[in-house]
Structures are given as C-alpha cells and as structure tokens.
C-alpha cells in the first residue's frame, strides 16, 4: 500500500502563500491518481484538487484560481501551492492516492481513494 506523508503546513497571514509537500512511497508516483483533501473544525472532509497520471488537474470551486497542484516524479512528491489564502482554508489538508484508472471520474470523492496521509494542519489568521 502506498504510504504518504505531508508536511508544510503552518500559520499564515490573510492572503499570503504556503506551500503544503507530500512524499511518496513508490517509485512511479505518475501511475497514480493524486489528490488533496481538506478538513475544517466540525465539517465534513472536503475535496481540494486532483491530478492524474497524465497531470491533468482539477480544482474545487472554492479554490479554483488560488491553489495549484503539481507533482515531481523524480522526487516523489506532490505539492500544492496555496496563495491568497483566506480564513475559510483553515483546516487539516490531507493528501490522498488511488490508482489512475477512472481519476477523472472518481478523482474528487473521498470514498474513493485507499491511501491517506496523516495531514497537516494549516492556520489562517489576520
């Protein structure tokens, strides 16, 4: 099973950046589909951001145009990239993966993914 671990998250400004990293253990993080998930005090997991094996990415309405996702094969690691942050991305964000097949259309349901890393918490404050 692939194990994932993340790190990067902190206490950050409103509408300043961060940048949250999640290793990977294998070798060919490009065969799977990878995604972010967050989850806010008293709330349901929330889907972030997906990226298929073809890096192919898809957002969540409420971050569309401020976050990123990427992925370094070489480094075995996925990223996402988190400007003009705001108090409502106050919560634990979690990285997930499953394998690539369907990514497109299982990619944004958390039911869907088998591997979790165990998350880091990210603040936002004035």
């Known amino acids: 099973q692939v194990q994932l671990v993340e790190s990067g998250g902190g206490s950050v400004e409103i509408g300043g950046s961060l940048i949250l990293s999640c290793v990977v253990s294998?070798?060919?993080?490009?065969?799977?589909?990878m995604a972010w998930f967050r989850q806010a005090l008293v709330k349901d997991r929330e889907w972030v951001a997906t990226?298929?094996?073809?890096?192919?990415?898809r957002y969540g309405g409420s971050v569309k145009g401020r976050f990123t996702i990427s992925k370094d094969s070489a480094a075995h690691t996925l990223y996402l990239q988190m400007d003009a942050v705001n108090p409502e991305d106050t919560a634990m964000y979690y990285c997930?993966?499953?394998?690539?097949?369907?990514?497109?259309?299982?990619?944004?349901?958390?039911?869907?993914?088998?591997?979790w890393g165990q998350g880091t918490q990210v603040t936002v404050s004035s």
């Open positions: 997930a993966a499953r394998s690539r097949d369907f990514c497109h259309e299982y990619g944004l349901y958390e039911f869907a993914f088998r591997s």
């Open positions: 990226i298929d094996d073809n890096c192919a990415t």
């Open positions: 294998v070798l060919t993080v490009n065969r799977y589909c």
